[in-house]
């Protein structure tokens, strides 16, 4: 829209120049402008920062609690104590080496399916970090066992892995062998089913 | 929290007061190492696998097979299931797998043909569940838990088997005698007249 | 050329920025909420169909009847909120937004200064008084008559200063217009600027009205943009994103899913999935905590097993919480299929979907399921006196009437009859043949893109059954014109959608669906997320054709009396880039009855020349049994990631060799 009626150019430069005073601020403004805002926008990220950071460390691990690790620890402090078996300790090292195998075993098997999850959007951007989180978590795990063997038995850990391999699958098995039970009592139930002492249906 | 007790004498561990089901898998498996561990002299020991439990282990199987080939299955069952037991107990967890799942999958496979003879369906679906669950997806698995899922009344999941059975060998001719007898089945299940 | 710029003095341009600004957010809104308000409606209720009306008709009537005062209350609610209000939001906006342009309007008109400046505008057929198509000769006469008019020779002495120069000007103007008509140069300057004396300054103003800028409230506004920009903008923001973020695409809680997922990625496969292992689940889940923040996830399990037991154990009494929860179980369930075809679990798959009817139906996973989802039944007197083992329809439909009663324990006539309409009106699906089609491939070739396209009947439990030879073949064709080529899909667009199903105890109305899920048999892992179809004519349950009756069904079958049902899946990956055949396993589930589903085995025999498209039947030469032996291990479950030797050859070495190995094997 155009104002044929409007006041020249030229008479807002000269009623600009009366004003001096507005001219003087007029310098400074924009740098104060500036400075604030980037002042602010620096504030702003520090904090959003420090808040991803908090949550990033609260966040739960992707598998169930780490009985073993939790073991081992809980034994090595009791062992401050009172005297525990050298073997034991070993045991607990064992298993704790062979669930950190297990878990990374399982890490791998989840990426592509966390990687497809979480692209069609299946999944939030806090499981994502949280399955990031774990892979890394898994590794310190996976070397901190493997320093902890060196230390119980100089020249071990070579062999340490390998054997916590054999366990970590020998474990898996031995729980699947143990669940028939279990298992046998849940179709049992689900399909209404009626076994007599030797296992036999009763029709 | 659950506290943990140490027991000098045995070596083993346990929970004070009720342990969830994670924590008490865990201590079952520190106490077999334990175990194992303590048997074990060679402080660099390996998977190698021990000779004595492998033959032991095979003695009472092959027992079990005798008194099998004698009719004799009740027995058979017994020194079958006896035989899997050992593997589990006697052998150190750290034995190697390879050895270790073969084994028992050649147990398990007589067994489950003897549960079969004995009229245990329930107990011989749970074993061939676990020989598929290691992997042992074959045409013969497939037969008897079709077998043994019509003979449990699960109609659905028996034809649902026998068809995955029949992927892996479409000729199959015992799978396909089943697989008639299921839809056969089925049709009066469903009363489709 | 002169410019400047200027706050808006006269008032004259910020009502037009206003009414812009007001009308890009206006007329999208309006246009959104009248589709909202009468399309979408008149589409909901239509079916287009009679027959599907009328299945609709028989299962509202009886569905209506055995619908709990609590429930109806429930429903009226709920339906109330989910229609919209006149008071809603959208609608208040709607009704300010437009007060506002109309203030604007009449401010613009009662604004002298526009008025003026609109006025202002040259426009020489105006002063002339001739219209734009007038000739030469008109205009010359028109002129002339107002020259002699307005000529200031010509005028009065009386006249006043004021008036004398009005009319002196007016002079000028009809001059210039009568010259931008006729002399060349004037003409080309009037074209060109629109003005005849040439160029005329040009200003650029703010749309701010003066008083904003004014000495006393410039602070203030400074203020408030500083404002805007720091506080409200970021807030609003974050706020938009927070939301966005915190609920996935399927729909569910991104803390749900967070969890769903967890519980997937623990478990066991030593354990067996049951329904109450995913009502375990689903009562964890973020949106119950949201709602009822007081309360625990053992306390809407138990809710949820209260609602599918049909038992009122719980402590909460008030049956509104319950219903909620039980709603709210709808999303959550597929979000939870989802994922678990996310990763690849075939059985939690099923669980879930098992559990679904489980909820809709209230009605729990005994063997009985399919009778108990029946109203009126006797549950006692069922159990009891069942002589022969009745666990379907199907079988029920086998005896008389009378004797259904009597197994039933319904001894009403009218009840009977309610409860036997239910059982003749559940969809049961009977498959007829199944392929891969590739549009414009004769057969499926290396490569290619198939989908899966299921032809089955649509049928009652009471009808005789059809064997599916019995449809001849050219009933089973797709059509081959080039629309459908184009979108083989478009087919289940043309279905109209599935009635109101019978679950007078699920809180809300809701429609049946049918979950397609796709698993390789190599494996029996699922390999895409499930598609959910929910358009079908379910027109042959008016049929009665009842078994009972029919006896011979050569004479009294025709097939062209019925409809034959199509689904299209679309494969999630294309086709094996060798020739040679894979097997998949199709399951097709309805989410709110008990009824016979779909599960059956497909074989896609990947060609590279012509050769037959016959898919169905299962037929080549034996192949090496064993050899699967070794194909498929540790991804068979999380912990058991038992191997063939080849993985433990190289045991003593480094780990990362063994987790290749172990990556090959998947």
Redesign the interface.
């Known amino acids: 829209?155009?104002?044929?009626?409007?006041?020249?150019?030229?008479?807002?430069f000269f009623e600009a120049e009366e004003h001096v005073e507005t001219k003087i601020v007029s310098v400074y403004t924009p740098i104060i402008y500036g400075a604030l805002l980037i002042i602010?926008l620096m504030i702003?990220a520090s904090q959003y920062r420090k808040r991803r950071i908090k949550k990033m460390a609260e966040l739960p691990s992707?598998?169930?609690?780490n009985?073993?690790r939790k073991?081992y620890f809980?034994?090595k402090q009791?062992s401050e104590e009172?005297?525990?078996?050298e073997?034991?300790i070993?045991?607990?090292l064992?298993?704790r080496g062979?669930e950190a195998i297990?878990r990374?075993?399982?890490l791998?098997?989840?990426e592509p399916?966390?990687n497809?999850?979480y692209k069609?959007?299946?999944?939030?951007?806090?499981?994502w970090q949280?399955y990031q989180n774990e892979v890394k978590l898994a590794e310190v795990e996976?070397k901190e066992t493997m320093m902890e063997a060196e230390n119980l038995?100089q020249g071990?850990a070579?062999?340490f892995?390998?054997?916590c391999?054999?366990?970590?699958?020998?474990?898996?098995?031995?729980?699947?062998?143990?669940?028939?039970f279990?298992?046998?009592e849940?179709?049992?139930k689900?399909?209404?089913?009626k076994?007599d002492g030797?296992?036999?249906?009763i029709q | 929290m659950t506290e943990i007790s140490y027991d000098t004498n045995s070596k083993k561990l346990s929970s004070v007061g009720e342990p969830t089901e994670g924590l008490e898998i865990a201590l079952g498996q520190v106490n077999t190492l334990t175990t194992a561990l303590i048997s074990e002299t060679n402080p660099n020991f390996t998977p190698q696998p021990h000779e004595d439990v492998s033959k032991l282990i095979k003695n009472l199987f092959d027992s079990g097979l005798k008194n099998a080939q004698q009719n004799k299955f009740p027995e058979a069952l017994k020194n079958v299931s006896l035989a899997i037991e050992m593997a589990q107990r006697k052998r150190a967890p750290w034995e190697a797998f390879a050895i270790q799942l073969k084994e028992l999958q050649f147990m398990l496979r007589h067994k489950i043909d003897i549960l079969l003879v004995l009229g245990r369906y329930l107990e011989a679906l749970q074993d061939l569940d676990m020989l598929m669950n290691t992997g042992l997806i074959q045409p013969e698995v497939l037969i008897r838990k079709t077998d043994a899922l019509l003979k449990l009344g699960q109609l659905d999941q028996a034809r649902i088997e026998c068809e995955r059975g029949l992927t892996l060998q479409p000729q199959n001719a015992k799978l396909k005698a089943l697989l008639m007898e299921c839809t056969r089945k089925l049709a009066d299940f469903n009363g489709e007249i | 050329m002169p410019q400047s710029y200027e706050y808006d003095e006269g008032s004259e341009t910020w009502p037009f920025f206003v009414l812009t600004m007001l009308f890009v957010v206006l007329v999208p809104l309006s246009i959104s909420q009248i589709y909202r308000l009468f399309l979408d409606r008149s589409n909901a209720t239509e079916y287009g169909d009679p027959e599907q009306e009328k299945v609709q008709k028989i299962l509202e009537e009886v569905n209506d009847e055995f619908v709990t005062e609590d429930v109806r209350v429930f429903r009226q609610a709920y339906e109330k909120s989910a229609r919209s209000n006149i008071w809603s939001k959208r609608n208040i906006v709607l009704i300010v937004g437009w007060a506002l342009v109309a203030f604007l309007i009449q401010r613009i008109r009662e604004n002298d200064a526009i008025v003026a400046s609109a006025t202002g505008l040259f426009d020489p057929y105006a002063l002339l008084g001739v219209s734009p198509s007038a000739t030469d000769r008109d205009i010359k006469s028109a002129y002339r008559k107002l020259s002699v008019k307005f000529h200031p020779d010509k005028l009065s002495k009386d006249l006043g200063g004021e008036e004398r120069a009005r009319i002196e000007e007016m002079y000028v103007q009809i001059s210039k217009a009568y010259e931008a008509l006729t002399d060349e140069i004037t003409k080309a300057n009037y074209l060109t600027y629109g003005h005849p004396d040439g160029p005329q300054t040009v200003s650029h103003g703010i749309a701010l009205p003066s008083f904003l800028v004014d000495r006393v409230a410039s602070p203030v506004v400074i203020l408030i943009y500083a404002v805007m920009l720091s506080i409200v903008l970021p807030y609003f923001v974050t706020k938009w994103w927070s939301r966005t973020n915190s609920f996935t695409k399927k729909g569910i809680h991104v803390k749900t899913a967070s969890h769903f997922v967890d519980r997937l990625a623990n478990f066991k496969p030593s354990e067996i999935v049951t329904v109450d292992l995913i009502v375990n689940w689903l009562s964890n889940a973020e949106e119950f905590k949201i709602i009822f923040p007081n309360l625990t996830a053992a306390d809407f399990e138990e809710l949820i097993h209260d609602h599918i037991d049909r038992t009122n154990n719980s402590r909460l009494k008030d049956p509104k919480v319950r219903f909620r929860i039980v709603s709210k179980c709808h999303s959550l369930l597929h979000g939870l299929l989802d994922l678990a075809c996310g990763v690849r679990n075939t059985e939690i798959a099923n669980a879930t979907l098992e559990t679904f009817k489980c909820i809709v139906q209230a009605v729990p996973h005994t063997p009985y399921r399919q009778i108990l989802q029946l109203p009126n039944v006797n549950k006692e007197k069922f159990l009891e006196g069942s002589v022969d083992e009745i666990y379907t329809l199907g079988k029920l439909f086998t005896y008389e009437d009378k004797e259904i009663g009597k197994i039933l324990g319904i001894d009403d006539e009218h009840k009977l009859k309610k409860t036997l309409t239910v059982a003749s009106h559940i969809p049961h699906l009977k498959l007829i043949k199944a392929d891969f089609l590739v549009p414009g491939e004769p057969q499926v070739t290396p490569s290619s893109t198939p989908h899966i396209s299921v032809k089955f009947l649509v049928r009652s439990a009471k009808q005789k059954i059809i064997p599916p030879e019995k449809f001849p073949e050219s009933m089973l064709e797709e059509p081959q014109d080039f629309e459908f080529q184009k979108d083989p899909f478009s087919i289940l667009e043309s279905q109209p959608p599935m009635p109101y199903s019978y679950a007078p105890f699920f809180p809300t109305k809701r429609r049946n669906a049918l979950c397609c899920l796709v698993a390789l048999q190599k494996d029996g892992k699922l390999i895409q997320t499930p598609v959910v179809i929910d358009k079908l004519s379910l027109q042959n349950l008016n049929k009665d054709f009842d078994k009972r009756q029919v006896k011979d069904l050569d004479e009294n079958f025709k097939p062209e009396e019925w409809s034959i049902g199509t689904i299209k899946i679309p494969l999630g990956q294309p086709a094996p880039a060798e020739t040679g055949d894979a097997f998949f396993r199709v399951i097709i589930k309805s989410t709110d009855y008990f009824t016979s589903d779909l599960d059956f085995t497909m074989t896609m025999q990947v060609r590279e020349t012509p050769a037959q498209t016959e898919e169905k039947i299962i037929e080549y030469d034996e192949e090496d049994g064993t050899e699967d032996e070794s194909s498929d291990d540790s991804d068979n479950d999380d912990d058991e990631e038992e191997d063939e030797d080849s993985d433990y050859t190289d045991i003593d070495t480094d780990t990362e060799v063994e987790e290749d190995a172990v990556d090959e094997t998947k």
């Open positions: 829209m155009s104002f044929n009626d409007s006041s020249s150019g030229n008479s807002t602010y702003f992707i598998f169930d609690e009985e073993a073991l809980e034994v009791m009172q005297t525990v078996h073997k034991v070993k045991a607990l064992l298993n062979a297990r990374s075993f399982k791998k098997e989840l399916q966390i497809m999850l069609s959007g299946s999944i939030g951007e806090d499981y949280r996976f038995q071990w070579q062999l892995v390998a054997l391999k054999e366990i970590c699958f020998n474990q898996a098995l031995t729980r699947r062998y143990n669940s028939i279990k298992r046998k849940v179709c049992i689900e399909w209404q089913l076994i030797n296992g036999r249906l």
